[in-house]
């Protein structure tokens, strides 16, 4: 039997604030099945979006990585 999550427990196991996820289900990012008033969420489909990047401005330690050079085209 596959297990449900409620926003609350979905926003935890990824890390953000319950509106991100309610903004990810409006979306059709994250597929949700409503009962009554609140949204379910199958463990399975949080799987879809645990790997996607943070919305917003990239972090400042992401911002100073240097770019990867390609080897392409390099002198020897």
């Given at each position: ?19 991100r996820i309610n ?54």
């Amino acid at each position: 039997m596959e297990k449900l999550l409620s926003v609350a427990e979905a926003a935890e196991m990824l890390g953000v604030h319950r509106t991100r996820i309610n903004q990810l289900v409006d979306s059709g990012d994250l597929p949700a099945t409503r009962i009554g008033r609140s949204y379910v969420i199958r463990e399975a489909d949080l799987e879809k979006v645990k790997d996607r990047p943070a919305p917003g401005r990239p972090t400042k330690e992401a911002a100073t990585k240097p770019a990867k050079k390609s080897k392409k085209g390099a002198a020897k």
